[in-house]
């Protein structure tokens, strides 16, 4: 069944890749212009997501390891189900390396690229195969806790930046009026809220409040109920490990949410490429170079900002196009600049999508 799944998710990921490539808002001769344009500077724009993905790996193992600290009560029925039937039974829980972490990092976001509305393919992935290395109880939650660090992360991310953009105004360097500043206070509300919400969730957990808020939407109120009752057990076990972490076991939370938040300033790096290929390097040296960065941080964080805030279309696809065009605008870059860092980032996204469902098919193990 699990290898059923398996090869389904492949196929699926081969399918978007295809639509995507001939849904491009480009011909492929000019498609094929911006990448020679590019040049030998695609090799940093993409190799830095090797490091981006590796920040991303570590976080997710400190989320295991905290997870699996945490002890399912003996009557659970869930703890005797993996007790009698699991295939790791006699196996040390949470033996997970490094690289299938890493692997399985690339191929979920892969999928999460790929598919409509992101996590849809890219997180049922994870526990499916992570679930071959520790519990599903143990898998579904450290998926659903690194999800949350993920969006949590996102949030922390656009705030940050809002006082960036004031640090880099109040010394003349971006330009500050009354509609910027009722932006950054929109924006300020919004994490603020968010926070909150995030508060909530890994204080009480998430999955029970989650499943219940679907069943508020039209023609789901009865998949709801039934869901939960036939799950509630598990359901609320999850939830336990989730408010768990955050509670027992703040290293490992702080160290997830830090690494994490590390990872989008190391991935502000490929639009500084990008920028240094335009030959804007804030007028050379390190003090210039380390500007443009700090520009960098800035259009990554708008841009993101309005992909996340419409997360039904593979790849976010027009909306990015979008954030890039708005957010290199803001930095005093032309219409020509920000559209050819948007069509390069596509190109990014589209090799590591590859490479991500082609890793699906190496290093499989069997339940």
Not at 149 to 167: D, E, I, P, Q
Not at 181 to 208: D, H, S
Not at 340 to 347: A, P
Request: with cysteine; glycine share 10%.
């Amino acid at each position: 069944m699990k290898w059923n799944w398996n090869n389904f998710f492949f196929l699926l990921g081969l399918v978007c890749v295809v639509v995507m490539l001939f849904t491009f808002d480009v011909s492929f001769v000019e498609l094929w212009g911006h990448i020679c344009r590019a040049g030998y500077w695609l090799i940093p724009i993409v190799g830095i997501w090797i490091v981006v993905y590796g920040i991303n790996a570590l976080a997710w193992m400190a989320v295991i390891d905290g997870v699996k600290q945490q002890k399912t009560p003996s009557d659970s029925p869930l703890k005797r189900e993996d007790n009698e039937a699991s295939p790791l039974r006699g196996r040390v829980e949470g033996s997970v390396s490094f690289w299938r972490i890493y692997k399985l990092t690339i191929t979920g976001y892969a999928l999460n690229y790929a598919t409509p509305v992101g996590g849809l393919g890219g997180e049922p992935y994870r526990i499916m195969e992570l679930s071959k290395d520790i519990s599903k109880q143990h898998a579904t939650s450290s998926v659903i806790l690194y999800a949350m660090f993920h969006v949590f992360a996102h949030f922390w991310f656009w705030f940050t930046s809002v006082f960036l953009y004031l640090a880099l105004a109040l010394a003349g360097d971006l330009p500050f009026d009354a509609t910027v500043g009722t932006v950054l206070a929109v924006i300020v509300v919004f994490c603020l809220i968010a926070f909150y919400l995030f508060y909530r969730g890994y204080k009480y957990g998430l999955v029970v409040r989650l499943i219940r808020w679907i069943g508020h939407l039209p023609g789901l109120g009865g998949w709801s109920g039934r869901f939960l009752e036939a799950h509630a057990e598990a359901l609320h076990n999850v939830d336990r490990q989730i408010a768990a972490l955050h509670q027992q076991n703040r290293r490992n939370f702080y160290t997830a949410l830090g690494l994490e938040y590390l990872s989008r300033i190391v991935q502000s790096a490929e639009v500084l490429f990008m920028l240094l290929l335009f030959g804007i390097d804030g007028g050379g040296g390190f003090d210039g170079i380390t500007l443009t960065f700090l520009h960098s941080i800035l259009i990554v964080s708008l841009t993101t900002l309005l992909s996340n805030l419409i997360g039904f279309l593979p790849m976010q696809l027009g909306v990015q196009e979008g954030g890039f065009a708005v957010s290199t605008a803001a930095m005093g870059l032309s219409v020509e600049q920000g559209f050819f860092v948007s069509i390069i980032c596509r190109v990014r996204e589209i090799i590591w999508i590859f490479i991500g469902i082609m890793l699906m098919r190496v290093g499989n193990r069997k339940a």
